[in-house]
């Protein structure tokens, strides 16, 4: 049994035209780590306030381990937030920043001592414990930040935009020590983010929220493998979506063509989203004959980028349409305004509109 239950949560403000939430459901089993990710806006840090009890429910249920949380105030729920700006008391040294949940536990200057120095070793900053706060590059401080969330040992951990203001190096190697002290600590955790890259780097789970609602929850990898709408589909950086209408059993007309459609497809004279995976194409070499299954085009080159060990080529169509592939090599004389022949796996386009099965 999962938990954290999140059942129908409505939240809305004053000053906006519709719902912030708007009916979500969320589970979390003990030790996973979720991420919500969106666009800004989407409420996925309303969520996340909701859950901390720092916002009140217009309506809905949040129970923790099997009890209400409505009437639970905030401090004695044992949730722990890593915030975007870190918080940190830049007055205090980075000890008393680490042990102030602890000290405010009531726990004992020893048990406090041995916590803080076992938590700084944990995020790599064993010694450090005398510096002053503003001695501390921001990556430093980030894990200040996450040692002094995890020292009073939270039921919940939850991080909103813990690593928008790094930079990308550093981000990145957060990120791989943030799931690796989580996992080892089997921390139950919310991390909120509206970058594709760091949900996928640290979850477990990815719940993509879009206008109030969560869209879709799975593991990273099958997210990304079945997106299960063009709204989800646009958010994660696909292209290549298309709308079209079904004209027989697994086939659609679109811009693009007729074009098959492998798993379940809409009756036909329905309309359907497709997506055709960024994967999905290849350059033909003058008169190469494509492969069993192929979509043969002709288009003309838009643009061709080198991506550091792959190549994004985008292309366009004769009725104006643009798609964009991701190539691991393509041929040297390629230019914009080149005239390109290119073969699309069949099995590289999904049907958006049936969940992308």
Not at 227 to 233: I, L, R
Not at 338 to 354: D, F
Request: include cysteine; charged fraction near 25%.
């Amino acid at each position: 049994m999962p938990i954290l239950r999140c059942h129908d949560i409505w939240k809305s403000y004053p000053d906006e035209p519709g719902p912030t939430l708007a009916g979500v459901d969320l589970d979390l089993d003990q030790g996973r780590i979720l991420c919500l990710l969106g666009p800004s806006g989407c409420g996925k840090t309303t969520l996340l306030r909701t859950v901390a009890g720092l916002e009140p429910l217009d309506r809905g249920r949040v129970i923790f381990d099997g009890r209400n949380m409505a009437d639970v105030p905030v401090h004695k729920r044992r949730f722990g937030m890593m915030f975007q700006d870190f918080a940190l008391f830049p007055h205090k040294r980075v000890f008393d920043n680490v042990a102030f949940g602890l000290r405010m536990l009531g726990g004992r200057e020893a048990e406090v001592r041995e916590r803080v120095l076992g938590m700084l070793e944990l995020v790599g900053l064993s010694g450090a414990e005398r510096k002053a706060v503003d001695q501390l590059s921001g990556g430093q401080r980030q894990r200040v930040a996450l040692a002094r969330s995890l020292a009073p040992e939270p039921r919940l951990l939850m991080l909103d935009e813990p690593f928008s203001s790094l930079d990308r190096t550093l981000r990145d190697r957060l990120l791989v020590e943030l799931r690796r002290i989580l996992r080892r600590l089997r921390t139950t955790s919310i991390f909120v983010t509206h970058d594709q890259g760091e949900a996928f780097a640290v979850a477990d789970e990815v719940s993509v929220m879009h206008e109030g609602r969560i869209m879709r929850t799975a593991a990273p990898r099958d997210l990304y493998a079945r997106p299960g709408s063009a709204v989800v589909a646009r958010f994660l950086g696909f292209e290549n979506i298309l709308s079209g209408r079904v004209v027989d059993r697994g086939m659609v007309r679109t811009s693009f063509g007729v074009v098959p459609v492998s798993g379940e497809c809409p009756e036909p004279g329905e309309q359907a989203d497709l997506l055709i995976r960024p994967e999905a194409g290849r350059v033909l070499d003058g008169n190469e004959p494509g492969r069993p299954g192929d979509m043969i085009r002709d288009a003309e080159v838009v643009d061709c980028l080198f991506r550091g060990g792959w190549f994004q080529l985008r292309v366009r169509m004769a009725d104006g349409s643009s798609f964009s592939f991701r190539l691991p090599d393509v041929p040297a004389d390629l230019r914009e305004g080149s005239p390109v022949r290119l073969a699309v796996s069949g099995s590289g386009i999904m049907n958006l509109t049936a969940g992308g099965k």
